[in-house]
């Protein structure tokens, strides 16, 4: 019991990053898009794609455009128009209104943002101050 108010305690005082920076229109987020797999996996191969677009076919909405340097491949959204900006703007979904989501394992473990991305984010409070 002890062991996990303990844990509770230190959760509540880990690590919080905040978002700052703005959007600078580049569209690198809207065409460097991963996709995961039911296992929760990138999808990798042509076969795996096809796949998902027969389980949602919200994935109808991409095209593979290039692969990741880990081997993923990478997608980019059929809305994205030539001037980098979306088509559906007013009608995009969620996951685009909050991007860049703030993903604290993510940033802990190294994880950066696309090159030339106007957001980054920032630990609230610098590793001194967690040592008081
Ligand atoms: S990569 Fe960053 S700066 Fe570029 S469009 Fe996406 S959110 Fe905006
Ligand atoms: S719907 Fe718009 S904002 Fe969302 S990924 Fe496609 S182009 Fe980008």
Redesign the pocket.
């Known amino acids: 019991m002890f062991s996990q108010i303990k844990f509770f305690i230190q959760k509540l005082q880990s690590s919080k990053y905040i978002k700052k920076?703005?959007?600078?229109?580049?569209?690198?987020?809207?065409r460097?898009i991963l996709l995961f797999s039911d296992k929760n996996l990138p999808v990798m191969t042509e076969e795996q794609f096809e796949k998902i677009k027969e389980w949602d076919k919200h994935f109808r909405s991409f095209y593979i455009s290039g692969k990741s340097e880990t081997g993923a491949l990478l997608f980019t959204c059929y809305a994205l128009g030539d001037n980098?900006k979306c088509k559906l703007y007013l009608f995009r979904g969620l996951g685009c209104r909050q991007?860049?989501h703030k993903n604290t394992k993510f940033l802990i473990n190294g994880g950066k943002?696309?090159e030339?991305?106007?957001?980054y984010f920032e630990p609230d409070k610098k590793f001194e101050e967690y040592l008081k």
């Open positions: 920076g703005r959007c600078k229109m580049c569209g690198a987020c809207c460097n980098n991007y860049p943002m696309l030339g991305c106007g957001f």
